[in-house]
């Protein structure tokens, strides 16, 4: 990927990839744990027929940190002012796991800048289940966190992830992405390590896990919230992956099919099979040739 640029927001500084040509533009949303790097897979094929801008969001990678954020709303907010910064007034968005979450949030708010989206293993329209668990890992009932403070102490998922990004312990990282992420296809050692320190950049852990739990574009509860039923704002064709292999997105409501039911015929899901949570490496031929397709290019 080439180098760097920097954009001051208001408030913060937005590090970003961007491939500066006069190509359709296609936005790209990293997940967590992540930044923008870990589209480097993607880049070289999608830069021959995209401008690609690739940012990394507040509180990861090179970008700063300046204040906390308690909802994917606030990180929307970022990507909105940095396009208008950038004068961009419509585009193409592309969101991995998490980011695709964020995608799905500012298509909602700004329906009219966003003319398709893409989720790649994305979270939904509900959020993703943070419940308290046991000891040996079991939900014995939806009990939720109360506050962001009692779920960043969560001894069985948030914490020691803190705890690990903080004493700058890669080895714990990596075990993380090879038992959660790396299911199917393994990276090259190069790419691995690479991404591994971008993932070790991550400043907003605990921000990040309360923001995907109250997120709620829905007409129910989630356990957290009641939902704004934004859904319906959405109204661009939609794109949603899953995988046979994926041990990271949960399922039922919270699963991607029922996004895209949620979303009716702006909405078509696509499976694969020998797949996990990192389709960028797993079947990264499939993939590209289904952006293009999704996105008329």
């Not at 180098?3 to 190509?23: I, R, S």
């Not at 960043?152 to 992830?161: E, T």
């Not at 971008?198 to 939902?227: H, P, T, V």
């Amino acid at each position: 990927m080439i180098k760097k640029h920097f954009l001051q927001l208001d408030k913060e500084k937005l590090a970003y990839f961007d491939n500066q040509t006069d190509k359709p533009l296609l936005l790209l949303i990293h997940g967590n744990m992540s930044a923008a790097r870990h589209y480097s897979p993607l880049w070289w094929e999608l830069s021959q027929h995209y401008r690609l801008i690739a940012p990394d969001l507040r509180g990861f990678g090179d970008s700063s940190y300046n204040q906390e954020f308690n909802s994917l709303k606030d990180l929307a907010l970022d990507l909105k002012e940095f396009l208008d910064l950038l004068r961009i007034d419509k585009c193409q968005v592309l969101g991995w796991s998490a980011g695709a979450a964020i995608a799905l949030q500012l298509a909602a708010l700004y329906p009219k800048m966003i003319s398709s989206l893409f989720s790649i293993a994305g979270i939904g329209y509900l959020g993703y289940p943070y419940y308290k668990k046991s000891a040996n890992d079991k939900i014995t009932k939806a009990e939720v966190f109360n506050s962001k403070e009692e779920m960043a102490k969560d001894s069985r998922q948030v914490a020691p992830v803190i705890k690990l990004l903080a004493d700058g312990d890669t080895k714990a990282m990596e075990t993380i992405w090879d038992k959660t992420i790396y299911t199917v296809g393994k990276p090259r050692l190069e790419d691995k390590k690479l991404w591994l320190q971008e993932s070790m950049k991550q400043r907003c852990l605990a921000d990040f896990a309360w923001a995907l739990a109250n997120f709620n574009l829905s007409a129910i509860a989630n356990g957290y919230n009641e939902g704004d039923n934004t859904i319906v704002n959405i109204t661009c064709p939609c794109i949603f992956t899953t995988a046979q292999q994926d041990r990271v997105l949960p399922g039922g409501l919270y699963s991607p099919a029922a996004t895209v039911a949620a979303l009716g015929n702006n909405a078509r899901l696509i499976e694969y099979n020998n797949c996990g949570h990192f389709p960028l490496i797993d079947v990264k031929p499939q993939l590209i040739k289904d952006i293009m397709e999704a996105t008329k290019v």
